[in-house]
Each structure stands twice: as structure tokens, then as C-alpha cells.
């Protein structure tokens, strides 16, 4: 496999260890590949990680936000000819064959627009990141978890917890942690968007792409994923959590979002 294959990484403030363990599980091939390691930190004490000629560090402290510098090195790999572009969270690890496995399964199927792979925590449970598209009330439920049965019923109907984990299938949302997109489908229905600062881009993202692509869930290989759901644990996290939450379904619809049902029963008809 000859092609070019780029990838982002988007950091701020990251641990350098973690962040240098994501690096070198990217380039840890023969692949022709090149990253992007675009760095939202008000200072550049991490420049010293691109001792790689196939790293391209990009210091950019004015912090506009996950997606918007995503966009640089989406950009980037569109200017140097890459067909597939993985968005890779700094605190993801992975084996070598990981990269090579979602590319070929990407360019077998011209229909996908995006992919990602099993998502793993540090024990190896299941992170459940694949979904139905999300209503204001599913957001809400998520958060509060009771009743505990009403919640359970919804969670596994919400976050497709009862479909095998086993099998490919199309998915409404996939997780930004770790995606694979096409840059063809890119080019046709539109970058991230940079009004989201963070949190929600890569549903809004996942939402334009299903509309004309495959947003596959391609659980033949896995990368594991240190979760710290920091909008649970931090106010100011959790106010740019509902600022973006606000934005989406500005966009996309609060109660009245008559696509969004269709979009969810189709789904759902694939599991029959």
C-alpha cells in the first residue's frame, strides 16, 4: 500500500508521555505516512516530540477549538494528495496493523465516508461511542441516569449497547477519539465545524457524512481510549459541554427534527 495516509493529532496541555506514546503508535509502520501535530498550548514545550521527518508540528496558541485545528491538518493532508485522513485523540494507543486494516477496508467500499475502529478502555471493556443521532431529552437522560431502569432501556437503545460488538454496521455518530476519514467525502460535504469549540463537532461532523456515506463502525481491530470525561468533572468543561450542545441542535433541530427520526429507525433496521 503505496498511498499517502495522514493524521492530526489536536493537543493541549497533554501529559508528553501519553501524547509521544500516540505519536509513535501512528508511525509505527511501513506506511507512507504523515502527521499533523497541531499543538493549542500556549507554549511549544512540546515541539521537542517531532524528531520525525513525517511529523509536522504546527504551534497554534490561539486555541480556536478541537475541530477548527483539526482543520488545519485536514487541510494539509488535502494539499499534499492524502485520500484518507485519520483524526487521532492524544491519549489513544494502538497496534501497527490498526492503520493499514481501516485504510484497506475504507478503499474496498468508495460508499464510506468515515470509520472507526473498537474502542477500548485500559481494561479492555467496551466503550460504547457508536449512537443514534442525539435529542435535547437523550442528552439530559444520559447525564442523570435515573431511573435506573428507565435509563438502562434507553442506554442500550441510545448507544446500540445491545448490537454485537462483533459486527461492521452503519452508525449515525461515531467518536472523534479515533476516526478515519475519507478525504473525498470531506471535500463533498464540508470540514469540521469551527463553531463548535469543542464537543458535538464530531457528531455534527458524523451527522453531515451519513447523510451521503457510510459511517461504519469496523470492529475487526480496536484502539484503547483513556476516557476522562472531563465534562463530568470540571464546571468549565461541562459549560462549553451545554454551549456546544446548544449549537447542535440550534443547527440541527430541538423537539421538531423529523430527519433525525428516519435517520435513527433506519438504523435501528439494519439489527432486525
Known sequence: MDIKITASIVSYNNDIAILGRAIDCFLNTPLNVQLYLIDNSPND????LAVDSRLEYIHNPSNPGFGAAHNIGIEKAMNLGSKYHFIINPDVYFDEH???????YMAGDLSIGMLMPKVLNQDGTIQYLPKLLPSPLSIIRRKIKWPPIAHKRFIN???LREVSNEIIYNAPVLSGCFTLLSLDAVKKVGM???TFFMYFEDWDLSRRMHKSYKTIYFPNVSVVHEYESGANKSKKLFKIFLHS???YFN???WLFDREREDINNKALSQFK
Open 45 to 48: 514545550s512540546i515541539k521537542k
Open 98 to 104: 490498526v492503520v493499514g486494516s481501516m485504510v484497506a
Open 251 to 253: 443547527k440541527w433541530g
Open 245 to 247: 450542545a446548544k449549537t
Open 157 to 159: 437503545k441510545y448507544e
Open 192 to 194: 469540521y465545524d469551527d
